[in-house]
Nanobody
Framework: QVQLQESGGGLVQAGGSLRLSCVAS????????MGWFRQAPGKEREFVAA????????DYASSAKGRFTISRDSAKNTFYLQMNSLKPEDTAVYFC???????????????WGQGTQVTVSS
C-alpha cells in the first residue's frame, strides 16, 4: 500500500515563495514517477510537475516552468515542490501523486495525497 502525505501549504503574498513536501511510504519507489497536481475552484485538476524517482528527470506544465522546481530526497522518501514568484492564479489545492511507471508522467496516477491548500494574495 502506497501512502502519500502533503504538507507546506498556506497563505502567501504574490511574489512570495512556498515549498510543498510529500512523504511517500509503503514500498520502494524504483520505477515510480511522482507528480504534483492542483485544482482551483470551478476548474479541472491540472498537472503541475513530475519527477522520475530513480533518475530524477523532470517535467513541468508551462505555467510552472521557470518558477517551480520539483525535486526528491531518496533517503527521506520525500519529494518537494519549490514554488517561487507565486501569482494569485496559483491559488489551488495541491495534491501529490504517484504511479508505478515512468512513462506518460502527466497522467495515469494511481496513488494520491489528501491535498494541501495554497492561497496567493494580491
Amino acid at each position: 500500500q502506497v501512502q502519500l502525505q502533503e504538507s507546506g501549504g498556506g497563505l502567501v503574498q504574490a511574489g512570495g515563495s512556498l515549498r510543498l513536501s510529500c512523504v511517500a511510504s509503503g514500498r520502494a519507489f524504483s520505477g515510480f514517477a511522482m507528480g504534483w497536481f492542483r485544482q482551483a475552484p470551478g476548474k479541472e485538476r491540472e498537472f503541475v510537475a513530475a519527477i522520475r524517482w530513480s533518475t530524477a528527470t523532470t517535467d513541468y506544465a508551462s505555467s510552472a516552468k521557470g518558477r517551480f522546481t520539483i525535486s526528491r530526497d531518496s533517503a527521506k522518501n520525500t519529494f518537494y515542490l519549490q514554488m517561487n514568484s507565486l501569482k494569485p492564479e496559483d491559488t489551488a489545492v495541491y495534491f501529490c501523486a504517484a504511479k508505478a511507471t515512468i512513462w506518460n508522467i502527466w497522467r495515469g496516477y494511481d496513488f494520491w495525497g489528501q491535498g494541501t491548500q495554497v492561497t496567493v494574495s494580491s
